[in-house]
């Protein structure tokens, strides 16, 4: 695998800027994931002159399972018969040993483990058996450990590709050893750990959302895909998705028109909706016909015409933008003394500005009408940043705070970012940037793919240390964690309100591996090891830093998004703030801090469920980074 990144640096302001083309092309495919050829490693041995051996393992309760190793072809084939049965034909260098392996306890640990499930059917007894099946490897020597999880999760790709997915245990463990024999050599040993849990007379529901491979006797069932059940592309209208449509474009207002467009509806249809909402309060119309949220238990929210003067000693110098309504709400649980001012146009972009205190600092927050890569987004984005920072002009630090999707890694816990986890963006491994946005994807006829991106690093970390500190300190002392606290404290505040701000149920939390082009399989979290604190013990959010990416062809291409994310180390991905970031740096701003809670594997955008919370964790530990700050001179 070779790597070509090109650099081109320019300075607009104390903008740090880069233009990068990351083009990853494998010269050598998977039999040698460190792309270097046998003779070039001492101990690469030549496959041929090696022996795939299986070995069963003693069983366990309702737990069996196999070893398959990599060893040094004997002098003289072992005699067939007894124990040992020694493959021959197409299947010569495979070697079965019958008789349990009783040294179980020598194994050193696995380097790599990913856990999967599946339903298995009985010829015999029509029974449906859900299954879960455990693969853990071992690498040779010279495979660097940055290496040996994509080598593992290629190797898992492929033995569970729906095309050939085996039918039965015998087929399953015989694809694993001439997988290891053929084209993974780099494995020293794999172990197939296989855990029945329930048994049940009738099928498996099958999920409306990607899910279980569903196997039987007969040809395996085909992994779902995440557009079926969804072939017409028709939105469903609701209550909550007119409502969704409201709070999406607050402070804009929005007519009737507008969202008949969006959801190809009559605007009848639109309009009964609208009238049981308006009953409940939750929204009110204009007078110019348009609708618009309804704050709820917030006395302070006054609409002006004009922004009111702010005398010099209530002054923000710390400025909060979000994106969608519930972070604005879980952003404004967090300040006190708060007053918020609302200014609708018919022409040009609304803005809403909730003034208040958080710690010693005094800060403004606000929502942005629309964001994305749509000319109207852009535009809108960027303008909203630009009055923000105009009308408050002694702002010096500033921070984006809401809800993105998180980039899992599928076997290392420590590096495994979750739903409701808290991403900060932040340079690593000797980068400089903490934002990147990919403006363009594509995938080269080798299969490979080529990435255009434009990047931002801002000038000053401060901010980005107290995250830091503030990730040891929660992880040396787990309990005294500031943000648990702010946490906890912002939900109470926010129990009235329509979203419900509380975690969702953990086996909402889904984790998918794409296996092909539109094929997924659902994949077991990461578990840290035994001797190992699990900082998600009661629903505790993990803080994790590293860089932000964004763009659409990049999000929306599994396979491509997470070689992307591999390449580049991006550890979440959100909505496409690149207009925002240009307006801070074109209004000279040194400090500003991305601040992320995971609500989906994607960008933010996808799963409503998870939002409500992922603001707050975002929010909270937002708080903690400004109550960490140093107080204002003027304190």
Known sequence: ??????????????????????????????????????????????????????????????????????????????????????????????????????????LPPAQMSLEFKVFLVSAATGMHTQESRTLRFWFKDYVPEA?????????????????????????????????????????????????????????????????????????PQRPLSPEEGHANGEVELTEAKVLEMIEQSYPNPITVQQMAKQTYRAAEEIQLHLSSLTERGTVRPLESGAYTRVQQNDAEVTVVKQ???????????????????????????????????????TVGESNVYTLGNVGAHRVVSTKLPTVGHTRGAVIAAGSTTTRLLGCFQQVEHVFL????????????????????????????????????????????????????????????????????????????????????????DGQQRLLEQDAAFD?????????????????????????????????????????????????????????????????VGILAYDAEYDSVVESIYGNRKDNYIFIRGIADYKDGSRGREWQPYASLTAASFMKAVICAMDPPNDA
């Open 147 to 219: 290496e040996q999880a994509r080598y593992s999760q290629e190797f898992f790709k492929e033995l569970v590709s729906p095309l050939d997915f085996p039918r039965d245990y015998v087929g399953f463990i015989k694809k694993i050893m001439k997988l290891m024999q053929t084209k993974y050599i780099d494995l020293r040993r794999t172990e197939i750990e296989l855990c029945q849990l329930t048994e049940s007379a009738s099928a498996p529901v099958r999920p409306t959302r990607p899910g279980y491979i569903l196997c039987s006797v007969g040809a």
């Open 401 to 488: 705070v809401g809800v993105g999707g998180g980039v899992p890694h599928y076997t290392d816990y420590a590096r495994h970012v979750r739903l409701g986890d808290v991403v900060v963006a932040a340079p690593t491994d000797g980068q400089r940037f903490i934002y990147l946005h990919c403006e363009r994807a594509s995938e080269l006829e080798s299969g490979a793919f080529e990435f255009e991106t434009k990047s931002w690093g801002p000038p000053c970390l401060d901010l980005q240390n107290i995250a830091a500190l503030l990730k040891q300190q929660g992880e040396e002392h787990p309990d005294s964690a500031p943000w648990v606290k702010y946490l906890a």
């Open 307 to 345: 922004m009111p003067t702010v005398v010099s000693s209530k002054q923000p110098t710390i400025a909060i933008i979000t994106a969608n309504y519930c972070e604005k709400l879980a952003v404004d649980a967090m300040i006190v003394n708060k007053e918020t001012f609302v200014r609708f146009t």
């Open 1 to 106: 695998m070779a790597v070509t990144i090109a650099y081109e640096r320019r300075s607009v302001g104390i903008q740090f800027q880069q233009t990068l083309r990351l083009t990853r092309q494998t010269s050598t495919g998977p039999q040698s994931p460190v792309g270097r050829a046998a003779r070039d490693v001492p101990d690469m041995a030549d496959p041929s002159q090696e022996r795939i051996v299986m070995t069963p393992l003693p069983k366990r309760g309702t737990t069996s399972a196999i070893l398959v190793e990599r060893v040094s072809a004997p002098p003289a084939e072992p005699a067939a018969g007894g124990d040992v049965h020694v493959a021959g034909g197409d299947h010569h260098g495979i070697v079965v040993n019958k008789s349990s392996k009783t040294d179980y306890s020598s």
């Open 503 to 567: 975690r969702p149920p953990e086996d909402t939390d889904k984790l998918y591996m794409a296996i092909g082009e539109k094929d997924l399989i659902e994949v077991a979290h990461p578990a840290p090891a035994e001797s190992t604190l699990n900082l998600r013990e009661r629903g505790r959010p993990m803080v994790h830093l590293g860089p932000v990416a964004s763009g659409r062809q990049v999000v929306s291409h599994d396979q491509m998004r997470q070689e992307f994310s591999s390449q």
